[in-house]
Structures are given as structure tokens and as C-alpha cells.
T-cell receptor, first 108, second 115 residues
Framework: GQQVMQIPQYQHVQEGEDFTTYCNSS?????IQWYKQRPGGHPVFLIQ?????EVKKQKRLTFQFGEAKKNSSLHITATQTTDVGTYFC????????FGQGTTLQVKP | DGGITQSPKYLFRKEGQNVTLSCEQN?????MYWYRQDPGQGLRLIYY???????QKGDIAEGYSVSREKKESFPLTVTSAQKNPTAFYLC??????????????FGDGTRLSIL
């Protein structure tokens, strides 16, 4: 249905390694939003992707929207301890449907 | 400083008791939302409101009630009918629920536990 599946559920990396989380849908997405939730905190909006094949960058973070608009990814280059948290993708307009999130742990 | 304020930060409920979680925003947003988050899980929508005096059920509305009498306020009541209320409750708002592609702004959340 309208679910979005995120993989992996957990990822442990050494500081300096790269990290990628994937968001997949069985149906075409009109847009995809990405949020970050620090441990004990609340989700914070990172970015929104709308166009097929779109790629956006925020410093070490690269967001991609698939050509078929059925998947998206978030890639972090050279992770830092400040990247720790859970990353959620969300689909929808107004009423958002969130993926289960990928929790990133970074070992210093 | 604009934002969303949720209170209290921690709340304990006795069996058979209704409790109300407060959510206030000064962002002048039309749309407001309530989510429930269980450990290690994503956010599930409880209720949402697109405009004052109107609200709709989300995916897990049973055992909850809301009101939207003012644009700034969207309180959530966890009733005694909600048998498993222990969770982290997040309130959010967006500029409009009808306009596409609106990011949501979240409050700091309320952690509810059963005594």
C-alpha cells in the first residue's frame, strides 16, 4: 500500500566511514521528505525531494530520489559522532507516512 | 522565538484515568498533527487537523480524542480506553495540509507512562 520501507534498521560505523540508508515504496511517490531524530529528541526536517532523479547535497549529506520515484537514499560521507541518530523518510502530502527509520551509531 | 511547545515533558497515568497532553504553536500554521512513537519504531499518526474546528482520525485513533478550538492549540486526550498508552507522543505542525510538500515542525514530545 502506502508504506515506505527503510533499510537497514540499524547501522554501526566507525567514525570516518560512510553511511547510506534506503527508502523504498511499491507505489510512485509524489515527493519524499527526510528527517533526523537525535537520541531523546524530536524529528527535525532535513530536506524534501520532488523531481525524478533529483540529487541534493547538504555538506556531507547527499539525498537522491530515484528515476522511477519509488525509492530514495540518504548518504553521509565520512561520518562524525554528531551524525548519531535515527533517520526517517516520509511520504505524503500533509498527512505524512513515516518509514521505520534507520538508527546510526558512530564509534569514535 | 517561534516554535511548538508540548507539555508536560513527562506524564504518568493511573489505570482508568484520562490524561491530556498540551500542544501549542506560535508559527501561525494551519495544520497540526499528533504522532505516537514506540521504542525503535517510526511515527504513527493518531489525529490531524487541517483547520480550526476540524480534525480527522489518523491510523491509530482508537482510545484518543482531540479538539481544535484555536489555531494555536491542539490538545490530545489519552482516554482509559487506550490500553497500552506508554509511548513518546509528538505534536507537529505545518503551514498547510492542503498545499503539497510542507515540512512538519515538531515539539519536544511528551513521554507517557502507566503507574
Amino acid at each position: 500500500g502506502q508504506q515506505v520501507m527503510q533499510i537497514p534498521q540499524y547501522q554501526h560505523v566507525q567514525e570516518g566511514e560512510d553511511f547510506t540508508t534506503y527508502c523504498n515504496s511499491s507505489t510512485t511517490l509524489s515527493n519524499i521528505q527526510w528527517y533526523k531524530q537525535r537520541p531523546g529528541g524530536h524529528p527535525v526536517f532535513l530536506i524534501q525531494l520532488v523531481k525524478s532523479g533529483e540529487v541534493k547535497k547538504q555538506k556531507r549529506l547527499t539525498f537522491q530520489f530515484g528515476e522511477a520515484k519509488k525509492n530514495s537514499s540518504l548518504h553521509i560521507t565520512a561520518t562524525q559522532t554528531t551524525d548519531v541518530g535515527t533517520y526517517f523518510c516520509a511520504r505524503g502530502t500533509g498527512k505524512l507516512i513515516f518509514g521505520q527509520g534507520t538508527t546510526l551509531q558512530v564509534k569514535p | 522565538d517561534g516554535g511548538i511547545t508540548q507539555s508536560p515533558k513527562y506524564l504518568f497515568r493511573k489505570e482508568g484515568q484520562n490524561v491530556t497532553l498540551s500542544c501549542e504553536q506560535n508559527l501561525n500554521h494551519d495544520a497540526m498533527y499528533w504522532y505516537r512513537q514506540d521504542p525503535g519504531q517510526g511515527l504513527r499518526l493518531i489525529y490531524y487537523s487541517q483547520i480550526v474546528n476540524d480534525f480527522q482520525k489518523g491510523d491509530i485513533a482508537e482510545g484518543y480524542s482531540v479538539s481544535r478550538e484555536k489555531k494555536e492549540s491542539f490538545p490530545l486526550t489519552v482516554t482509559s480506553a487506550q490500553k497500552n498508552p506508554t509511548a513518546f507522543y509528538l505534536c507537529a505542525s505545518s503551514q498547510s495540509a492542503w498545499l503539497g510538500n510542507q515540512p512538519q515542525h515538531f515539539g519536544d514530545g511528551t513521554r507517557l507512562s502507566i503507574l
